[in-house]
């Protein structure tokens, strides 16, 4: 059984950075693609991108440019979101989630607990 | 960027009771949409994917259809473990984009 555990809760300031891990258990984080989302308080699903390992590097919504990074390590299993320059805004829970598909379109059969970020001063 | 619209926003129904909820695409997107419920707190657990197809364990009181732009997706018979919050999310293309969801009470 493919399970994704996330690391727990952070508390940042705004400007600061902040990183989230998720780690797959039962099966190997290769063999699929991680994509992460998020959800703001009492908000909706909002899709964040994924690591693309054709080409080695990130692909991200718009509105995330810039900001926020993804990575693997695919020695341990664990993909990572980073995301810089924080804001109130960017308080939320934070979803690692497997896509069944290809090139990064299909649907998400399994998900990480999540990840609460909050972004106080 | 495709934007999917859901309605209703909210509802409010009774167990053993039929309800339906919509999701409309800005462009065609085919058959690739995809159903999610979730509880307050917890991750969102797939129910549909392709319009219509059930996810592996999910009983057969929900359902759904559609193609192009506009997508239904119902449940037939509600029980109580059934509230929560339901989201369309389409895979035409990326960026990959969710409805704002549709809040069920019972």
């Known amino acids: 059984q493919v399970q994704l555990i996330q690391s727990g809760p952070e508390v940042k300031k705004p400007g600061a950075s902040v990183k989230v891990s998720c780690k797959v258990s039962g099966n190997t984080l290769t063999e699929f693609s991680i994509h992460w989302v998020r959800q703001a308080p009492g908000k909706g699903l909002e899709w964040m991108g994924f690591?693309?390992?054709?080409?080695?590097?990130?692909t991200y919504a718009h509105q995330f440019q810039g900001r926020v990074t993804l990575t693997e390590d695919p020695s341990s299993d664990t993909a990572f979101l980073e995301l810089t320059s924080l804001r109130s805004e960017d308080t939320a829970l934070y979803f690692c989630?497997?896509?069944?598909?290809?090139?990064?379109?299909?649907?998400?059969?399994?998900w990480g607990q999540g990840s609460p970020v909050s972004v106080s001063s | 960027d495709i934007q999917m619209t859901q309605s209703p926003s909210s509802l409010s129904a009774s167990v053993g009771d039929g309800v339906t909820i919509t999701c409309q695409a800005s462009q065609d997107i085919s058959h690739y949409l995809n159903w999610y419920h979730q509880k307050p707190g917890r991750a969102p657990k797939l129910l549909i994917y392709?319009?219509?197809i059930l996810m592996t364990g999910v009983p057969s009181r929900f359902n759904g259809s559609g193609s192009g732009t506009l997508f239904t997706f119902t449940i037939s018979s509600l029980q109580p473990e059934d509230f929560g919050t339901y989201y369309c999310q389409h895979h035409d293309n990326l960026p990959l984009t969710f409805g704002q969801g549709t809040r069920l009470d019972i």
């Open positions: 690591f693309d390992r054709e080409d080695a590097e990130g």
């Open positions: 989630a497997r896509l069944v598909g290809d090139l990064g379109l299909g649907y998400f059969d399994f």
């Open positions: 392709d319009s219509s």
